[in-house]
């Protein structure tokens, strides 16, 4: 696993609105701002944290160069701009790269459920108009379906600026598999914050996270700890914080993240519909997970 160009921290960061729900660009420059001093490696932009589905493109490309004004250099910048339309896929990837981004992601098509040749044919259509680096993004939870080994695997084989992949099948058998057959210069982030552990653990090199919106340093010193070679303190720590990676998905993504940074006095504005902000119980319960870990006072 030779190529960490996008180190091992990668924060899929939320997207901050004002009192209307529009783009709050100012928010967003403090919350990568953030980012970067709390120890995040790289950030990715519009992800699923960063609510994709309701940010459209020209909104997305404010932002995109909002943050780039503010941190642009200092950390890399990862754009989400995988659709379920790979003509419209392309034309948005080839608008973001002008911009001076350093990445891209790209989501399995959602909805349309395409067989395992129209995933692969897609993901290459993609790359081939491009020149930036792109990270594969499975999440069948999400897109109903797995992006199988086989195909993962041709796509790392083929493309030459495919150079990684955020797995968050839970299937860990595949992501093994993945790990021991990729070429030495594709590497497998964990798609899940409580999962990035076992995932290093098979071959993994770190995590594209939503906890580390709330708390990037406690997520840093987990993953240091692991490649120090100290696993015994890894698990430790990893399980210290435990019971807030599992809290901040009691509902939809990013809900809650967004409640637990208002918790901690910073403030990036609710949901857009058809996500729902979250309830007074549902604030509550996670106030008392913050503090048994000892985010909040």
Same mark, same amino acid.
């Given at each position: 696993?030779?190529?960490?160009?996008?180190?091992?921290?990668?924060?899929?960061?939320?997207?901050?609105?004002?009192?209307?729900?529009?783009?709050?660009?100012?928010?967003?420059?403090?919350?990568?701002?953030?980012?970067?001093?709390?120890?995040?490696?790289?950030?990715?932009?519009?992800? *699923?944290?960063?609510?994709?589905?309701?940010?459209?493109?020209?909104?997305?490309?404010?932002?995109?160069?909002?943050?780039?004004?503010?941190?642009?250099?200092?950390?890399?910048?990862?754009?989400?701009?995988?659709?379920?339309?790979?003509e419209?896929?392309?034309?948005?990837?080839?608008?973001v790269?002008?911009?001076?981004?350093d990445?891209?992601?790209?989501?399995?098509?959602?909805?349309?459920?395409?067989?395992?040749?129209?995933?692969?044919?897609?993901?290459?259509?993609?790359?081939?108009?491009?020149?930036?680096?792109?990270?594969l993004?499975?999440i069948?939870?999400?897109?109903?379906?797995?992006?199988?080994?086989?195909?993962?695997?041709?796509?790392?084989?083929?493309?030459?600026?495919?150079?990684?992949?955020?797995?968050?099948?839970?299937?860990?058998?595949?992501?093994?598999?993945?790990?021991?057959?990729?070429?030495?210069?594709?590497?497998?982030?964990?798609?899940?914050?409580?999962?990035?552990?076992?995932?290093?653990?098979?071959?993994?090199?770190?995590?594209?996270? *939503?906890?580390?919106?709330?708390?990037?340093?406690?997520?840093?010193?987990?993953?240091?700890?692991?490649?120090?070679?100290?696993?015994?303190?890894?698990?430790?720590?990893?399980?210290?914080?435990?019971?807030?990676?599992?809290?901040?998905?009691?509902?939809?993504?990013?809900?809650?993240?967004?409640?637990?940074?208002?918790?901690?006095?910073?403030?990036?504005?609710?949901?857009?519909?058809?996500?729902?902000?979250? *309830?007074?119980?549902?604030?509550?319960?996670?106030?008392?997970?913050?503090?048994?870990?000892?985010?909040l006072?």
């Open positions: 696993m030779s190529d960490l160009r996008f180190g091992r921290l990668i924060t899929a960061m939320i997207t901050p609105f004002d009192k209307d729900r529009k783009l709050d660009l100012k928010r967003s420059q403090e919350c990568a701002v953030r980012q970067l001093e709390g120890g995040a490696d790289s950030i990715i932009l519009t992800g *699923t944290t960063g609510e994709s589905p309701t940010v459209f493109y020209p909104d997305k490309m404010k932002y995109y160069q909002a943050v780039i004004e503010a941190v642009g250099g200092k950390l890399p910048l990862i754009c989400n701009v995988g659709d379920n339309c790979t419209d896929s392309i034309n948005f990837a080839r608008e790269e002008k911009l001076g981004i990445g891209l992601m790209l989501v399995v098509p959602y909805y349309n459920k395409p067989p395992q040749e129209g995933l692969y044919q897609h993901f290459r259509a993609i790359a081939e108009s491009v020149d930036l680096p792109i990270i993004y499975n069948p939870g999400r897109c109903v379906i797995n992006m199988e080994v086989s195909t993962t695997l041709r796509l790392a084989n083929d493309c030459e600026n495919i150079v990684a992949i955020k797995e968050a099948s839970g299937k860990l058998t595949q992501i093994a598999q993945i790990c021991a057959n990729a070429p030495d210069d594709f590497v497998v982030y964990s798609g899940d914050d409580d999962a990035t552990l076992p995932i290093m653990e098979l071959g993994g090199v770190g995590v594209i996270s *939503t906890i580390s919106n709330v708390v990037p340093w406690r997520m840093k010193e987990i993953i240091d700890t692991f490649v120090s070679g100290d696993v015994k303190k890894a698990w430790e720590l990893n399980d210290a914080l435990r019971p807030l990676m599992k809290g901040l998905f009691a509902t939809s993504n990013p809900i809650l993240p967004k409640a637990a940074l208002k918790l901690l006095g910073f403030d990036c504005g609710g949901v857009r519909l058809p996500l729902v902000d979250a *309830t007074q119980e549902q604030i509550d319960t996670l106030a008392g997970i913050m503090r048994q870990v000892g985010v006072d």
